[in-house]
């Protein structure tokens, strides 16, 4: 079973609504259009991502799909991907062709989903999938679906194991920004400079358990 992250996308939407990010790469002859609908991103650390057109999603990574894309194919990459039983996350485009899970209803088992836009903003989704896309700093696939895809209840179990011991730098942990960004940015800075300064667990218990409660007690509602 393999994990492929698929961003519904057109050029003008990218081109327009992300202007800061498109001056880091060189996308023009290659992004997703009628004519090639499919192109998988190809990247290694420290080197400039680049978009390679494929016809199929038979290797496991992150891909762009033009978001006119004809149903014929669309259909045909999917059941490719049902039969060897992938692990499917798509980002859906708001403003493209297919804007609801219920456009996957035959493949739903396999696929889970995000929607944005275009825009600046953690919440519109496309800003971070690209910032992570050419940031240089490789692992994509993983990062994306950690960071778009990965659950707030899930991310707070995550923070809550990952800094049950001491002597870690907070900002290196995915989890950590994901709070961040959900609204609990305070709380979260405020218990990383108590943590930061202890040297093991009892220093800081008290400070863990008040977050671990503020977390799931907010979370619930």
């Known amino acids: 079973m393999d994990k492929k992250v698929l961003v519904f996308t057109n ?6 609504g992300l202007p800061e990010i498109t001056k880091r790469v060189d996308w023009y002859d290659s992004y997703p259009e009628i004519s090639n609908p499919l192109v998988k991103c190809v990247s ?3 080197a400039e991502t680049t978009l390679q057109p494929v016809n199929n999603l038979s290797a496991e990574g992150v891909y762009l799909v033009f978001d006119e894309i004809s149903q014929n194919m669309l259909a045909t990459l999917l059941d490719e991907c049902t039969q060897n039983n ?9 403003r493209g062709y297919y804007t609801d ?18 825009e600046s903003g953690i919440k519109n989704k496309y800003e971070p999938v690209f ?4 940031d240089k700093l490789g692992d994509e696939l993983n990062r994306i679906i950690n960071s778009i895809f ?9 923070f809550l194991d990952e800094c049950a011991e001491p002597k870690k730098k907070l900002e290196n942990l995915l989890s950590y920004h994901i709070l961040c960004e959900e609204g609990f940015k305070d709380a979260m800075e405020a218990f990383r400079n ?4 202890c040297q093991n667990y009892l220093e800081y218990a008290e400070e863990w358990d ?7 007690r907010d979370n619930e509602k």
């Open 11 to 16: 050029y003008g939407s990218w081109f327009r």
């Open 210 to 216: 008040r977050l671990r409660d503020l977390l799931k």
């Open 150 to 158: 990965m659950p707030l209840d899930n991310a707070i179990n995550t």
């Open 44 to 46: 290694e650390p420290g």
């Open 86 to 94: 992938d692990r499917l996350f798509i980002l859906l485009h708001t």
């Open 101 to 118: 899970s219920k456009d996957f209803e035959s493949w739903q088992k396999n696929c889970s989903f995000a929607k944005g836009m275009h």
């Open 194 to 197: 108590k943590y930061e300064s």
């Open 131 to 134: 910032d992570i896309l050419t």
